[in-house]
């Protein structure tokens, strides 16, 4: 009860703060990721510090403050979310832990109304190489569940608190799983099974979306050809030929790969690898190169990378990809 009463305190309080301070980020304040909220926006907007020392209530979701402030103004000016909203939807999330060996910590996104329309198309989002605690991965979650879609925030890397902004922890997490594809590939079929048993989702339609790291993650998951997925997304993904699962001879999901073409982490070479063998497993892919784009170009905090030879948003291209994405989550929702 005691816990109870502290949360509302709390609410309250940060309520209140809203009337009297303006609408900006706070060094002081802290991003609530691990209950229930109305919106994870007004969470991040309100309530957070976004580049402190992580902990698993409240973990770190930006390498600094700078960063944070692109992504939550594009995220405050997301027309579907905005539409959403004057339609009266309200937006939830809450964190679900899920996997064995390690724990995975991921988060459910989804409108209120999905829960009287009956079972709905569900979405995996799988975040670049800082893990799934991003306010980037946040933003785009919201948005499809705007749209009506149940979205499960995956965890690749076992990251409780926000440690994948820690070079000196994520490089050699994320070592494990490049040194044995099947342990990553293990990890994305027990998130695509959390999304499916969710009450909310239509396991017969779900789909999975993937930036980077998280890009090449969803082609993984399409090798192995679990039922109900229908669709992958790879933004700027580090593309790669892995060979699928022993057994798999075939992909049935479509695959949409949207690649920059001055992206340095991906060779051309290697990306005609990866198309010639989605080509040979007989998946319906299309690739979409944009020409002079750099990595990271969905995410607008990329501008501020200090990295500008390899990162860099662009606008045009990310756009471009979002739009083609939706088009063909909305054809597999009415399949």
């Known amino acids: 009860m005691r816990s109870v009463l502290l949360l509302v305190t709390s609410f309250v309080a940060g309520a209140a703060a809203m009337l009297i301070r303006p609408l900006a980020l706070r060094q002081s304040c802290r991003l609530l990721l691990r209950a229930p909220a109305p919106s994870l926006l007004k969470a991040a ?11 698993a209530a409240l973990p770190r979701v930006a390498p600094d403050e700078q960063r944070a402030r692109a992504v939550l103004d594009a995220w405050e000016a997301d ?26 910590h991921g988060r459910f996104v989804w409108a209120e109304e999905a829960q009287s329309v009956g079972p709905r198309p569900g979405v995996l989002l799988v975040h670049t190489a800082v893990g799934p605690h991003d306010l980037f991965l946040h933003w785009r979650a919201e948005s499809l569940a705007s749209l009506g879609y149940v979205v499960l925030i995956a965890d690749c890397l076992g990251d409780a608190t926000g440690k994948g902004w820690e070079p000196a922890w994520c490089v050699p997490t994320r070592a494990v799983l490049m040194a044995d594809r099947s342990i990553l590939t293990r990890r994305m079929l027990d998130a695509l099974s959390t999304l499916a048993a969710s009450d909310l989702v239509d396991g017969a339609r779900l789909a999975a979306c993937g930036f980077c790291f998280g890009g090449r993650a969803v082609l993984d998951l399409a090798r192995a050809d679990p039922t109900g997925l229908r669709l992958v997304a790879s933004f700027h993904g580090v593309v790669d030929a892995e060979p699928p699962p022993p057994g798999v001879t075939s992909v049935r999901a479509a695959a949409l790969l949207f690649h920059g073409d001055a992206d340095p982490f ?6 005609r690898e990866c198309t010639a063998q989605l080509r040979a497993l007989g998946c ?21 990378n200090p990295n500008r030879e390899a ?9 471009s990809s979002w739009q ?11 399949e």
């Open 45 to 55: 907007r309100d309530s957070a510090s976004v580049c402190g020392e992580g902990t």
């Open 79 to 104: 027309a579907d979310i905005l539409a959403a909203r004057a339609r009266g939807v309200r937006l939830l999330s809450e964190p679900c832990v899920y996997g064995d060996d390690p724990k995975l």
């Open 266 to 271: 991906v060779p051309a070479s290697v990306l």
């Open 284 to 304: 319906r892919f299309e690739l979409h190169a944009f020409g002079g784009v750099r990595h990271g170009f969905t995410n607008p905090a990329q501008d501020l």
């Open 311 to 319: 990162f860099a948003y662009d606008a045009r291209a990310a756009e």
């Open 324 to 334: 083609m994405t939706k088009l063909a989550l909305s054809n597999m929702a009415r």
